[in-house]
């Protein structure tokens, strides 16, 4: 559900220039390029011009199936002449039925359903307090991490790492530790000065922090902990949930099971959807008034969450990902890795992130005028979340276009 960061601000955060903005009604929250998208078709996009880009971005990792896929479009178009909306006062038989999947493929009990990521973290936020209270913890408290990202409401915006998005909405949410990610002696000592903790929250891959993955054995240590402790482990899948890392969730790498996992995204294929899938743990904490919402689980989103699954399924998109994320991952490497100025390359799938030693915002417009859709993130990570239907002469299209680039732009003056 993340924001694109505001990597190219300049005239349009002026004032003065809301007249002139394209669209001047639309509150100027974002630093957008100046390209108005048409229509697209696979990994590929057109605009209002004509001219043709990669999609490197799939949407930020949201556009699971790509764009117009074959399967997806006339299974939308059903369920719209049929049924978009009934409320939650009824029962919905397609949430049931992408429930039953979540729990299938997750190894989970049970699932909730909201509209987006942010939606997704805050109820998973409601679960670890309402967790703390039924066991008499009057001020419970939640373990979260430096360069997270979980969402811009009041509690996510607190509960992320970046005090760049915080600036300006003081006073925070009271109730969250911070710690750096992979340092399990970290949340150790809090273990044990803080009796407050009832849940770690985290996202398996950093996203807007920088693609910045939890190591495996970090992860089997934290589950190993919140055992011990009888806290909620809370993995934010948010953005590399749905297939994006080659299994369908990035913490099926470790070989655990949160007891909360947030998910939102991919998993409708660009129909705004998110879903809170439980364990044991935490399925019976929310009970009827507790939580809920006026769209979330309508039919379309449920009948998109159905056909990305079915569909990623049948047309084998797991293995799609893991196989054509390691050949970009490795014409990237081949061709920049080596570069000085070149920190890292990093990710898992297709996710992928490449640090720069210097901020580069401005390769997103670079990249487009090449017919490149890319990300900035951290303000010096060039980020790749493409559709997980790529192919091995897209990915190395990607590296065709983004090396020379990334090559110009290090060579340039500091």
Not at 29 to 58: F, M, N
Not at 74 to 98: D, F, G, R
Not at 115 to 127: F, H, T, V, Y
Not at 216 to 231: F, I, N, S, V
Request: hydrophobic fraction near 45%; aromatic fraction near 6%.
């Amino acid at each position: 559900m993340n924001a694109p960061e505001p990597a190219l601000n300049a005239a349009l955060a002026a004032p003065s220039a809301a007249a002139t903005r394209p669209m001047p009604h639309v509150l100027n929250t974002y630093g957008r390029l100046p390209i108005a998208l048409s229509h697209g078709q696979g990994c590929w996009v057109w605009d209002t011009h004509g001219k043709r880009y990669l999609d490197g971005l799939g949407g930020i990792a949201v556009n699971t199936l790509g764009h117009g896929h074959p399967k997806l479009v006339p299974a939308l178009q059903e369920q719209v002449a049929k049924l978009i909306h009934t409320s939650n006062y009824y029962e919905v038989p397609l949430q049931e039925q992408l429930a039953a999947k979540l729990c299938e493929i997750s190894g989970l009990d049970g699932a909730f359903f909201c509209n987006s990521g942010l939606e997704a973290n805050e109820a998973a936020l409601k679960i670890a307090r309402k967790f703390g209270h039924d066991k008499g913890i009057d001020r419970p408290e939640i373990i979260v991490y430096e360069k997270a990202f979980h969402g811009r409401s009041i509690a996510t915006l607190s509960a992320t790492g970046n005090p760049k998005v915080q600036a300006g909405f003081g006073p925070l949410v009271e109730g969250f530790v911070r710690v750096p990610m992979n340092d399990l002696a970290a949340v150790e000592a809090v273990a044990k000065s803080n009796p407050n903790v009832v849940a770690v929250f985290l996202e398996t891959i950093q996203g807007e922090g920088g693609v910045n993955p939890s190591r495996w054995e970090y992860l089997q240590g934290l589950r190993k902990l919140c055992d011990a402790q009888g806290w909620l482990l809370m993995l934010d899948e948010v953005q590399c949930g749905i297939g994006r890392t080659g299994k369908w969730f990035a913490h099926q790498w470790a070989g655990i099971q949160p007891d909360v996992m947030p998910l939102a995204k991919g998993l409708g294929s660009g129909v705004p959807i998110g879903a809170v899938v439980c364990g044991p743990r935490a399925l019976n904490v929310l009970g009827p008034g507790n939580h809920g919402t006026t769209f979330g689980g309508n039919p379309l989103a449920m009948r998109a969450g159905v056909e990305t699954l079915r569909i990623c399924e049948e047309d084998g998109l797991l293995a799609n990902a893991a196989t054509v994320g390691a050949l970009l991952h490795q014409g990237l490497v081949r061709e920049i890795g080596a570069l000085p100025g070149v920190m890292d390359i990093r990710g898992a799938g297709l996710m992928i992130g490449i640090e720069l030693d210097r901020p580069c915002g401005v390769l997103l417009g670079r990249a487009a005028e090449a017919g490149l859709m890319i990300s900035v993130t951290a303000d010096k990570v060039i980020r790749i979340v493409p559709p997980l239907i790529l192919s091995a002469e897209e990915a190395a299209q990607i590296v065709a276009i983004l090396a020379p680039l990334v090559k110009a732009f290090l060579s340039e003056a500091t």
